[in-house]
């Protein structure tokens, strides 16, 4: 008989992989955006974000013309909702800033690499929803604070700033409580995140890796799957659900 546990369990780490689906590209991928046009990361290098205004109006301009605005949450989001429901799910740590989790209801998700939901000066740290602002641009393509003038920034993390103290907490607390740890969608190479999962492995978690390609992690894992994603996760969520109850 599997024994019911009173703990949830499960924790899951996300990366730009999950929400492909939705029609939002990745950016290391082969079609990803950084592939495609390398000079587009420098968009989101917050030294030359602060400085130089040119770089501002691109990133501005590219947020604008994000896939995200119209994106829906996929099979795969929505199966995570039921690991909650369940009881379940520790958490959702996601690398996206897409906000697909919680609009598939997911509420138990901890953002490691910020939000494209707000944006917030540098300066003064007010902070307006990120609609608004881009609703501006086409009077301002480099908008200012409407407080203090400072230079406006979407609570994304860009290369060069720290992750989110509180959130890199949870995470971490998540990964060593954690039974299973599963992670879906990301290239487990970017640090610190990536290393999350040797540290539920060290904490004695079994390490499932759904990702279409190789990850620097596979030979910890219990279990990787190579299937789509939207094929892979429900039915190993409904398999996860098996193994709690």
Not at 14 to 40: H, K, L, M, N, Y
């Amino acid at each position: 008989m599997p024994h019911h546990h009173d703990d949830p369990t499960v924790a899951v780490l996300t990366g730009a992989g999950i929400s492909t689906g939705s029609g939002i590209p990745d950016f290391r991928g082969p079609q990803g955006v950084w592939t495609r046009r390398p000079e587009e990361a420098r968009l989101l290098e917050i030294g030359p974000f602060a400085r130089e205004r040119d770089v501002r109006v691109a990133g501005w301009r590219a947020w604008a013309d994000s896939a995200v605005w119209g994106a829906r949450p996929t099979a795969a989001h929505r199966a995570l909702t039921e690991l909650e429901r369940a009881g379940a799910l520790i958490a959702v740590l996601t690398q996206n800033f897409d906000g697909l989790h919680q609009a598939a209801g997911s509420s138990r998700v901890v953002e490691l690499h910020g939000s494209l939901a707000t944006t917030s000066c540098l300066r003064c740290a007010a902070s307006w929803p990120t609609p608004h602002v881009l609703g501006r641009l086409s009077d301002e393509p480099d908008p200012a604070c409407e407080e203090c003038g400072g230079v406006l920034k979407p609570d994304v993390v860009y290369f060069g700033q720290p992750l989110p103290d509180e959130a890199l907490a949870q995470a971490v607390a998540a990964a060593t409580d954690a039974d299973v740890f599963v992670a879906i969608g990301t290239t487990l190479t970017v640090q610190p995140v990536a290393s999350l999962a040797a540290l539920a492995v060290d904490a004695g978690a079994r390490l499932v890796i759904v990702n279409a390609a190789p990850t620097p992690y596979d030979d910890l894992a219990d279990l990787v799957v190579r299937d789509p994603i939207d094929e892979a996760v429900p039915p190993l969520v409904a398999e996860l659900l098996e193994t709690v109850r």
